[in-house]
């Protein structure tokens, strides 16, 4: 078999083999029963594994990941193209058009250079004109469903904002995050289930909210707040296997000093 010399072709390679896969009569069986609904989790997981691979700046697992995710692409638009809605070229020639229309300022001589604050303006607001040609075209319209919840309530924090639904300054923002606290701890003593989570769920939107307008990304920083927990939680285990303790013999006191000595132990 020749090989093949480019990127096209490579694509096309990885097109034909998804495409056999599928084969009615001769393909795999259970690539043949996979539909846009079973198979949508898998690209979320392998954007994941992509996203870690950078984390942990594992560039030889990076390749093999994103060669994962653009498999997912391949495979979506292989079953559209089945089903007669679009195929793989269209999805290229769509979002090849999108990166163009949303960088004038690159492809479009006309226009002026800019600032990457002036970018990101523009970035928005040519965004917004195509969601409004689009049926939903609120400005709340289009934010993604499956996102994790801190990242879909700071991207829906920063629409409301544009619009003008937003405070001034960062005070209010400290304010009602106390507010919020009270609610839930009155609601934990006389409330309902469903009531204490609604709660809950007011005091972490408002923790995204001043994640917000401290231009900080909330998934990130819970996500460090993780690693930091494992680290700590890791030192104190090692330190009580060094003893011959059993982690559920510690008292609460030793659990806190362990945790403080953990946490020195980190800035030596």
């Not at 896969?21 to 259970?30: Q, V």
């Not at 539909?35 to 997981?45: C, D, L």
């Not at 800019?114 to 709340?140: C, F, N």
């Not at 609601?187 to 408002?206: K, N, Q, Y």
């Amino acid at each position: 078999m020749k090989k093949s010399n480019t990127s096209t072709e490579r694509l096309d390679k990885l097109r034909e083999i998804v495409s056999a896969l599928r084969d009615p009569e001769n393909g795999c069986p259970w690539d043949i029963e996979q539909t846009f609904s079973s198979i949508a989790p898998y690209a979320i997981e392998e954007a994941y594994e992509v996203f870690d691979a950078v984390s942990k700046e594992n560039w030889v697992n990076l390749e093999n990941e994103l060669g994962d995710l653009l498999l997912q692409t391949v495979y979506q638009s292989q079953i559209a193209s089945e089903k007669g809605l679009f195929d793989l070229d269209s999805v290229i020639s769509k979002v090849s058009r999108k990166m163009i229309d949303r960088h004038p300022h690159v492809f479009d001589e006309s226009s002026p250079e800019r600032t990457i604050d002036e970018q990101m303006v523009e970035w928005e607001s040519i965004k917004e004109k195509e969601r409004s040609i689009e049926a939903d075209s609120g400005a709340l319209a289009g934010i993604a469903l499956a996102l994790p919840a801190l990242t879909r309530s700071f991207k829906i924090q920063q629409r409301a904002s544009r619009v003008g639904f937003d405070w001034k300054s960062i005070s209010p923002v400290y304010d009602k995050i106390l507010e919020e606290i009270e609610e839930i701890k009155n609601a934990s003593v006389s409330e309902t289930e469903v009531e204490i989570r609604e709660e809950l769920g007011d005091l972490l939107f408002s923790v995204v909210n001043l994640a917000r307008h401290l231009s900080i990304e909330p998934e990130d920083a819970l996500r460090r707040a993780n690693l930091k927990f494992i680290k700590r939680f890791d030192y104190i285990e090692k330190a009580a296997s060094k003893k011959h303790q059993a982690l559920k013999s510690m008292s609460e006191t030793q659990w806190e000093g362990q945790w403080e000595e953990a946490k020195k132990n980190e800035k030596s």
